[in-house]
């Protein structure tokens, strides 16, 4: 079992910074952020997969994102930039002790385990 927490999520005016954190309980090969706005179906914004060697990012998001791993302490991070209001969204950790996997980076159904999310609010 591995349990994941979030943290860094709050309010930040548009073109602004945030950076997400979530630790996982042991070490997990790989890792993504999810975020899911009211009325929309969870989406993948970002994943680092096979011990941090593959990072992938939704278009959305690509050149305003960076995900990252501190192995040494179970943690993986975002860094958002340029922050739109339509970033705005319950942001979840999910993770995956698997090395591979034959679902895609953003399926959800890859990650078996899951973090409670944080919310992340851009104002205009």
């Known amino acids: 079992q591995v349990s994941l927490v979030e943290s860094g999520g709050g309010s930040v005016q548009a073109g602004g910074s945030l950076r997400l954190s979530c630790t996982a309980s042991?070490?997990?090969?790989?890792m993504a952020w999810f975020r899911q706005a009211p009325g929309k179906e969870r989406e993948g914004v970002a994943a680092?997969?096979?011990?941090?060697?593959?990072?992938y990012y939704d278009d959305s998001v690509e050149g305003r994102v960076t995900i990252s791993t501190d192995n040494a302490k179970n943690t993986l991070y975002l860094q958002m930039d340029s922050l739109k209001p339509e970033d705005t969204a319950m942001y979840y950790c999910?993770?995956?002790?698997?090395?591979?996997?034959?679902?895609?980076?953003?399926?959800?159904?890859?990650?078996?385990?899951w973090g409670q999310g944080t919310q992340v609010t851009v104002v205009s």
């Open positions: 999910a993770a995956d002790r698997d090395y591979y996997s034959t679902y895609g980076w953003s399926t959800a159904a890859r990650y078996p385990y």
């Open positions: 042991v070490y997990t090969y790989s």
């Open positions: 680092s997969l096979a011990g941090g060697r593959l990072t």
